[in-house]
């Protein structure tokens, strides 16, 4: 007789997923302990995540910047991910003091902190994906890291459409699905069992042990997962509904090309001059941009960041100042740009040199023509040249030229426009908003909302005024640092000594205190419960 493919992955599938541990209608009498309600809640956190997201997926940035009802739900999806890191940090915290990788369970253990990890990634790519002053100055901040550990070519943070179908699609899907398998992990294997106490029998977990045989003598109370996330996502809800009611959520508006040559044409020429002349920092910067060995870093003899290559390569004299201008139909233009690039290296030097002392000197103020207001001196043909490109950046075909040049075919890709504005404009909004490095950078967030907190320890590395966290290699260090860390978070469960610390600290005392004293209620001898005091 054949086999029944059917039957047999359905019984397979029964004896491996039981519903009765899936969906438990009994639970050990200490799950009472309000710690594990987080388990819960952070549930229903990522559930109103889940939700919010769609509807801004579906409507895009222009409904969450330009609509009140669509800023509504923004702030809705920003205050359940604060929700959800508070409530996921109280329960990830919980069950490290409980030991829960004990018995068995270290897997389960592992892909929690896998999926927590992800969350932080998908809640990175979320803050980069605003498409507000925020992201622009996260992106800024975070490229550092990216690109001195060799990865910042195919994980551009100043792409655009690049972190957002990373946060709108690929990192939900995987955190769903973490998620889902850490609490099937969870309800197959059932929750650990409390330290024991003293009079009390310690369990000899064997491989292979049934829930029925784990918790033989343990008090079993009614139990209502179901009814639990429902009560818990209600919650989350109302909470958030409330936060964004009362706090909206912050929207800065992004910093342009075309803001900064209105609002600082003396800056924005500056800055430009510098992108002509190869003497800024993106020209110094080294792989994924360049060659250059200026600011490449290291680790040891190996440099990641050189291995990574130049993927996203950026001629700054051609990109920002070359290149736009040969897009202007006037003849004195373009021969302002032939004299200057038939010049000597020395005599282009002595231009620029004279021209950048100049705007040093200037108020800032425009003439007739629409050129800034400078000293008469020796600049060649640069006069010419810098106000036909202040021309195009204060008139917005810049900020376009950009984004679509070289023959890019989607306008999502913001890596160029954002390397010209963090050589100035950037970093002096960031400082004045007290959002630079030494405030703790990207964690923050415009206004007096809550930012990336669960970012503190990457950004406190940067905050230690000691080698290698304040050299030239400080990003890879950090980054080196942080994955040792990770490292000992995932594996915490294997690692001799450490795996014993909740044991000692005795925080679990607190959680499972209900247990115990009725554990020590139980054990008490008559003598010892009546015996008279000592007078």
């Known amino acids: 007789m054949a086999t029944n493919w059917t039957q047999s992955l359905r019984e397979r599938i029964g004896r491996a997923l039981p519903a009765k541990h899936l969906l438990p209608d009994q639970q050990p009498n200490y799950v009472r302990s309000v710690v594990y309600l987080f388990g819960g809640l952070t549930i229903g956190s990522l559930a109103v995540i889940v939700a919010t997201g769609v509807v801004l997926a579906i409507f895009g940035p222009q409904w969450w910047h330009g609509n009140d009802v669509g800023h509504f739900f923004n702030s809705l999806h920003f205050w359940s991910v604060q929700a959800f890191f508070f409530f996921m940090v109280v329960h990830l915290w919980g069950m490290f003091f409980m030991g829960a990788w004990r018995d068995g369970r270290g897997r389960t253990w592992v892909v929690g902190g896998i999926a927590f990890l992800v969350s932080i990634i998908a809640a990175f790519t979320g803050f980069l994906s605003q498409s507000n002053f925020d992201s622009q100055w996260i992106g800024a901040s975070a490229k550092d890291l990216m690109n001195s550990i060799g990865v910042g070519g195919f994980f551009n943070v100043l792409n655009f459409g690049q972190m957002y179908s ?44 049934t829930q029925e045989q784990y918790y033989q003598g343990v008090k079993m109370s009614s139990f209502d997962l179901v009814r639990e996330v429902t009560i818990g996502t209600a919650v989350v809800l109302v909470l ?8 909206s959520s912050p929207d800065e508006k992004p910093l342009t090309l075309q803001s900064v040559a209105q609002s600082d044409p003396a800056g924005f020429t500056t800055v430009a001059l510098g992108e002509l002349a190869g003497t800024s920092d993106i020209a110094g910067y080294g792989q994924p941009y360049n060659t250059a060995k200026g600011a ?32 202007v139909k006037d003849a004195a233009v373009q021969a302002a740009v032939q004299q200057y690039q038939t010049a000597s290296s020395d005599q282009q030097t002595t231009w620029v040199t004279n021209y950048t002392d100049a705007l040093g000197k200037a108020d800032g103020t425009l003439d007739a023509n629409g050129s800034l207001n400078l000293a008469t001196g020796e600049y060649g043909p640069l006069p010419t040249m810098m106000g036909a490109l202040l021309d195009i950046g204060r008139s917005g075909a810049l ?108 925080v679990h005392r607190l959680i499972w205190r209900q247990h115990y004293r009725a554990v020590n209620s139980a054990t008490k001898t008559p003598a010892t419960a009546t015996a008279p005091a000592v007078v």
């Open 240 to 247: 958030v509904l409330v936060f964004a009611a009362v706090f």
């Open 296 to 327: 490449t870093q290291a680790l040891g003899p190996v440099s990641l960041q050189e291995l990574g290559g130049v993927t996203i390569p950026v001629d700054t004299s051609k990109t920002y100042v070359l290149g736009p201008l040969a897009t």
């Open 166 to 209: 990373f946060h709108i699609f690929l990192l939900p899907a995987g955190m769903v699905a973490l998620v889902a398998l850490h609490i099937i992990m969870v309800r197959l294997r059932g929750v650990v069992r409390p330290y024991p106490v003293k009079g009390e029998t310690r369990v000899a977990y064997h491989k292979g042990m």
């Open 399 to 506: 900020d376009g030229l950009l984004l679509t040049g070289e023959g890019k075919f989607y306008q999502t890709d913001y890596t160029k426009p954002l390397l010209f504005l963090n050589e100035a404009a950037l970093p002096d909004k960031a400082t004045s908003l007290n959002l630079a490095g030494d405030n703790w950078g990207m964690m923050n967030e415009t206004g007096a909302y809550p930012g990336q907190a669960w970012l503190w320890l990457y950004t406190f590395w940067y905050q230690v005024p000691q080698e290698p966290f304040t050299g030239p290699n400080a990003d890879v260090a950090v980054a080196v640092m942080m994955g040792l860390l990770t490292m000992v978070f995932l594996f915490v469960p294997y690692i001799p000594g450490l795996n014993r610390i909740p044991e000692l600290v005795g």
